[in-house]
């Protein structure tokens, strides 16, 4: 019979056990991705209120079968809309939409080309889609070249990348990828996560540079302050999807509440262009304080800022020492990172004020006795 105390064991002297941890109020919360602050924005709330009344709490079908509502319809055209790409499908989460997507557009002729610190999801959905995965060292475009002009196949190519690094903040060549990806004939997918309501006017950082990938994928569960996920891209490849994905097919529809919190946060991010701006200024101030406790927050160029520790025990001792200071800020391990990079994930927001940002980097400094 299968038993779970031996592992757990070994989990627990790696110093890699994970706990779960009820939010609290009065702290300050680092580990939410909530980026501008619109998870509970009234009039998001009231938004979701107006769509249980109307539609009820969940639509329990499959939108295939009768779980299709107008509200998914309208967020679809929106985020098509934002990101640029012709047209968008929801999924149930971020993940599912990776997951589900990417598998069902390749085969085990094609070859995924994939950074190394790309997000579990597309790591997930490349091992499910069954074609061949190279994964090439973190935004290292020489080692990419390497493999795209070695590694032929008789399907399709694909270059997978997050756009903006979910555990380092830092942000992928997509200018290079996309001239590699034209170069080589391949496809590039960029998951646009942690980018989405942040970078390009909400639009994010492929819209950004002005670059059009094969298809952007993304969440509603950030910036956006809602729930659920999407892909966009042409209309071809978003009908494909309908008739393939099969996190999309055999799953039920969004709960209305979640299309109609997005669509409000979308009104906001139209009527407020500058938020994103904003958001990286506050967290370009709290990098600089950082660094001048001594702490490298390296090589974060977002709202995403790292404190890397690098042994497991010593970044769960600093996660500690924060939370007996009122401030929850999660010590990130493997196998989230990379063995030996264990760290401090900071995620700024626009909740955060700069006196709560310098309370922090004080907090960091009485360690290092750095020059704060
Ligand atoms: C880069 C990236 N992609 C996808 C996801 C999954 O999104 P969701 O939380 O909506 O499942 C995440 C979430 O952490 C992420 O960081």
């Given at each position: 019979?299968?038993?779970?105390?031996?592992?757990?064991?070994?989990i627990e002297?790696?110093?890699?056990?994970?706990?779960?941890?009820?939010?609290k109020p009065?702290?300050?919360?680092f580990?939410?991705?909530?980026?501008?602050?619109?998870?509970?924005?009234p009039?998001?709330?009231e938004?979701?209120?107006?769509?249980?009344?109307?539609?009820?709490?969940g639509?329990?079908?499959?939108?295939?079968m009768?779980?299709?509502?107008?509200?998914?319809?309208?967020l679809?055209?929106?985020?098509?809309?934002l990101?640029?790409?012709?047209?968008?499908?929801?999924?149930?989460?971020?993940?599912?939409a990776?997951?589900?997507?990417?598998?069902?557009i390749?085969?085990?002729?094609?070859?995924?080309?994939?950074?190394?610190?790309?997000?579990?999801?597309?790591?997930?959905?490349?091992?499910?889609?069954?074609?061949?995965v190279?994964?090439?060292?973190h935004?290292?475009?020489?080692?990419?070249?390497?493999?795209?002009?070695n590694?032929i196949?008789?399907?399709?190519r694909?270059i997978?990348?997050d756009?903006?690094?979910?555990?380092?903040?830092d942000?992928?060549?997509?200018?290079?990828l996309?001239?590699?990806?034209?170069?080589?004939g391949?496809?590039?997918?960029g998951?646009?996560?942690h980018?989405?309501?942040?970078?390009?006017?909400g639009?994010g950082i492929c819209r950004?540079?002005?670059?059009?990938?094969?298809?952007?994928?993304g969440?509603l569960?950030?910036?956006?302050?809602?729930?659920?996920g999407f892909?966009?891209?042409?209309a071809?490849?978003?009908e494909?999807?309908?008739?393939?994905a099969?996190?999309?097919?055999?799953?039920?529809?969004?709960?209305p509440?979640?299309?109609?919190?997005a669509?409000?946060?979308l009104?906001i991010?139209?009527?407020q262009?500058?938020?994103?701006?904003?958001?990286?200024?506050?967290?370009?101030?709290?990098?600089?304080?950082?660094?001048?406790?001594?702490?490298?927050t390296a090589?974060?160029?977002?709202?995403i800022?790292?404190?890397?520790?690098?042994d497991?025990?010593?970044?769960?001792?600093?996660?500690e020492?924060?939370?007996?200071?009122a401030i929850?800020a999660?010590?990130?391990?493997?196998?989230?990172?990379?063995?030996?990079?264990?760290?401090?994930?900071?995620?700024?927001?626009?909740r955060?004020?700069a006196?709560?940002?310098?309370y922090t980097?004080?907090?960091?400094?009485?360690?290092t006795g750095?020059?704060?």
């Amino acid at each position: 019979m299968r038993t779970y105390t031996g592992d757990l064991a070994r989990i627990e002297r790696e110093g890699l056990t994970r706990m779960l941890h009820v939010r609290k109020p009065d702290v300050l919360e680092f580990s939410s991705n909530d980026y501008l602050g619109l998870a509970d924005h009234p009039m998001l709330k009231e938004a979701s209120m107006r769509a249980i009344e109307r539609y009820g709490s969940g639509v329990a079908a499959s939108r295939l079968m009768s779980g299709n509502i107008g509200l998914h319809e309208e967020l679809e055209k929106r985020l098509a809309r934002l990101t640029g790409m012709g047209s968008a499908l929801l999924f149930g989460s971020g993940y599912l939409a990776n997951a589900g997507f990417l598998s069902a557009i390749t085969s085990r002729d094609d070859l995924l080309f994939a950074d190394r610190l790309n997000h579990a999801s597309l790591v997930d959905g490349a091992l499910l889609s069954r074609a061949g995965v190279f994964r090439y060292r973190h935004c290292d475009t020489d080692h990419l070249e390497y493999f795209l002009s070695n590694r032929i196949c008789r399907g399709n190519r694909f270059i997978l990348t997050d756009s903006l690094f979910s555990m380092d903040g830092d942000i992928a060549p997509l200018r290079k990828l996309a001239e590699l990806s034209k170069r080589y004939g391949c496809d590039l997918i960029g998951d646009e996560a942690h980018a989405i309501g942040v970078f390009g006017n909400g639009g994010g950082i492929c819209r950004e540079l002005g670059i059009r990938p094969h298809a952007v994928t993304g969440t509603l569960s950030k910036a956006l302050g809602s729930y659920g996920g999407f892909v966009a891209g042409n209309a071809d490849l978003i009908e494909y999807s309908i008739n393939r994905a099969r996190t999309f097919i055999y799953s039920t529809g969004l709960p209305p509440a979640a299309p109609a919190a997005a669509l409000k946060a979308l009104d906001i991010i139209d009527s407020q262009p500058e938020s994103g701006r904003k958001l990286l200024d506050l967290a370009s101030g709290f990098r600089g304080m950082i660094e001048s406790t001594g702490f490298s927050t390296a090589p974060s160029e977002s709202q995403i800022v790292p404190v890397r520790v690098g042994d497991n025990r010593d970044a769960v001792a600093l996660s500690e020492y924060l939370k007996r200071n009122a401030i929850s800020a999660v010590a990130v391990r493997p196998p989230t990172v990379p063995t030996g990079t264990a760290r401090i994930r900071f995620s700024v927001t626009l909740r955060h004020s700069a006196e709560d940002l310098s309370y922090t980097a004080g907090k960091l400094n009485s360690i290092t006795g750095g020059d704060q």
